[in-house]
């Protein structure tokens, strides 16, 4: 038996119980549209204004230590990723994959 067979709506809190969870579903799905534009939105502009390996860039980083872990971290997806689009940006741009720390320019 699921939690919201358990609550019956017919009481004020059983009501209140199933406004609550209803809505915080919609808020969840419209936070997660919401973030999704806004991360579409600042990576166009980030490589609109820096170039698409804006990220391989030391200098557009104020931490070393971040500027390592995000392309040991971004290194980790393109060897992991399955995704057609990044297979085949790697085989046009002959980028079979990077070692951790070295940039492609």
Request: aromatic residues 8%; glycine residues 8%; positive net charge.
């Given at each position: 038996?699921?939690?919201?067979?358990?609550?019956?709506?017919?009481?004020?809190?059983?009501?209140?119980?199933?406004?609550?969870?209803?809505?915080?579903?919609?808020?969840?799905?419209?936070?997660?549209?919401?973030?999704i534009s806004v991360r579409s939105?600042?990576?166009?502009?980030?490589?609109?204004?820096?170039?698409?390996?804006?990220?391989?860039?030391?200098?557009?980083?104020?931490n070393p230590k971040i500027h390592?872990?995000?392309?040991?971290?971004?290194?980790?997806?393109?060897?992991?990723?399955?995704?057609?689009?990044?297979?085949?940006?790697?085989?046009?741009?002959?980028?079979?994959?990077?070692?951790?720390?070295?940039?492609?320019?």
């Open positions: 038996m699921t939690a919201s067979a358990l609550v019956s709506p017919s009481t004020i809190s059983g009501l209140c119980i199933v406004f609550d969870r209803k809505l915080r579903g919609l808020v969840t799905e419209g936070t997660k549209s919401v973030e939105r600042w990576a166009y502009e980030i490589g609109h204004h820096y170039g698409p390996l804006a990220y391989e860039n030391p200098a557009n980083f104020n390592k872990e995000t392309l040991e971290r971004i290194d980790r997806e393109l060897v992991r990723t399955r995704d057609e689009t990044i297979l085949h940006f790697r085989m046009k741009h002959q980028m079979p994959g990077r070692r951790s720390g070295q940039c492609a320019r």
